[in-house]
């Protein structure tokens, strides 16, 4: 199978960087993989689970904010938030949710506070994904 | 004359002073180290982000729907000078110098009749600007408590700054800090960040790779998105340049203060010798002309 050079980047370190056969990445409008040779492409982000295959067992990691661009030299991941899914507590993930929703209870104008809806159910079905999948590797 | 007594105890004094500065020039190494660490590991995303948003932004058609924190409010009435410093002194010149362009800058533009706001971060920006433009300063952030700056402080300064940009109560910002060269050698950089700019890209351009990038959602929603989150990793960029300059400026300070102290205690060892050396010649001629005179 073809593979491609991927990076995932968060803004304090750089998470992963190698060669990868497929990446599926959450991206805003519903989650795409990306296999060699994609079409130059850039999308933004959703809360989710991100899979990278490659050698060996499938990596799941944990993004959130920021976006993807693929371009022929390769795929670039760039996440606020970028924690492998063994390392996410589900503290974490609830903690995440309640800000959410104090975000959402702040909003002072509909726009925001619609905004922030969205983002708080974005938040919630990835949560939801993270435990699904929790059951199923356990 | 000090006596024997004095020059021991300013010899001790000095000795002491010299182990605590040697010990923090050594502090300063060692998170010298880290600081720069972070700072080239925070690169690679600044650098990304600056590229991906600088194609989608030339690529984008202005208009109603971009948004402002691109274009700016159309207005240069009220800056807000976003001053990051260090929350600690004895680091030579670097809080002075950061501070000093920005109040350099501050002067210009009240000359011109615009309205000056300044933002701190960090304690000893704050203390010399509150003494000079005790009104205008709106607010102080302390990072003190925090063991390395984090992300999440930078967003939440970008948040703020993005807050009040939203209620217009600014047009232009503008950062202050010391970009790191080298440990001898840190440069106090300003930079505007609302509007944003990039950096010419004379690559994509030539090469017309920024023409056929599928964008998912629309350019502007990307934009709309992407624009605050640059703003944080802009100001996390800085905060990270200015923790290692704070480090290699504190180290060179230490390393000269260290020398000084080891000159001083070289001096005034000479003058305790001569003058124990004095004092054991006088008592001998006492001696000995008593003993003559018997």
């Known amino acids: ?138 | 004359m000090a006596s024997l007594k004095d020059l021991r105890n300013r010899i001790a004094s000095v000795k002491a002073t010299q182990k605590i500065t040697k010990a923090m020039q050594m502090v300063a190494a060692a998170k010298l180290r880290r600081a720069q660490q972070a700072a080239e590991a925070a690169r690679p995303y600044a650098q990304r982000m600056e590229s991906v948003l600088g194609n989608i932004a030339t690529a984008v058609a202005p208009g109603p729907d971009v948004p402002a924190l691109l274009t700016g409010t159309g207005k240069d009435e009220t800056h807000l000078l976003l001053v990051l410093t260090a929350e600690r002194g004895l680091c030579g010149a670097f809080n002075s110098s950061i501070v000093r362009i920005a109040r350099e800058r501050a002067l210009v533009l009240m000359n011109q009749g615009k309205t000056v706001k300044f933002y701190c971060v960090g304690r000893k920006g704050y203390e010399p600007l509150r003494r000079l433009f005790p009104k205008q300063i709106v607010k102080l952030v302390e990072l003190r408590a925090n063991k390395g700056v984090t992300f999440a402080d930078a967003q939440a300064i970008a948040h703020d700054l993005g807050d009040m940009f939203a209620a217009g109560e600014f047009d232009v910002a503008t950062q202050f800090f010391s970009r790191f060269q080298s440990v001898i050698s840190q440069v106090p950089t300003a930079q505007q960040l609302i509007p944003a700019t990039f950096p010419e890209q004379p690559a994509a351009a030539a090469t017309g790779a920024s023409a056929v990038y599928d964008y998912e959602p629309g350019e502007a929603e990307i934009l709309a998105d992407l624009l605050p989150r640059n703003l944080a990793v802009q100001i996390f960029k800085s905060l990270l340049e200015n923790g290692a300059s704070e480090q290699g400026a504190r180290m060179s300070a230490m390393d000269n203060a260290t020398r000084n102290a080891g000159e001083m205690i070289k001096k005034q060892t000479l003058t305790y010798n001569r003058t124990r050396q004095a004092m054991i010649t006088k008592e001998l001629i006492e001696i000995i002309s008593g003993a003559e005179a018997l």
Do not use: C
Request: zero cysteines; hydrophobic letters at 45%; glycine letters at 8%.
């Open chain 1, 1 to 138: 199978m073809a593979t491609f050079p991927f990076e995932l980047v968060s803004p304090e370190r750089l998470v992963y960087s190698g060669t990868v056969s497929e990446v599926v990445v959450p991206g805003t409008e519903g989650e795409f993989g990306v296999l060699a040779g994609h079409a130059p492409f850039v999308s933004t982000l959703k809360p989710g689970i991100l899979t990278i295959k490659g050698d060996g067992a499938p990596r799941k990691l944990f993004v959130r904010g920021g976006f993807a661009e693929a371009n022929p030299q390769g795929l670039t991941v760039l996440a606020e938030t970028a924690i492998p899914l063994a390392d996410l507590r589900a503290e974490n993930l609830a903690q995440m949710i309640k800000d959410a929703e104090e975000d959402v209870e702040d909003a002072k104008d509909e726009t925001t506070r619609n905004r922030r809806l969205v983002f708080l159910e974005q938040v919630k079905s990835a949560a939801a994904a993270v435990e699904a999948d929790a059951r199923t590797t356990h």
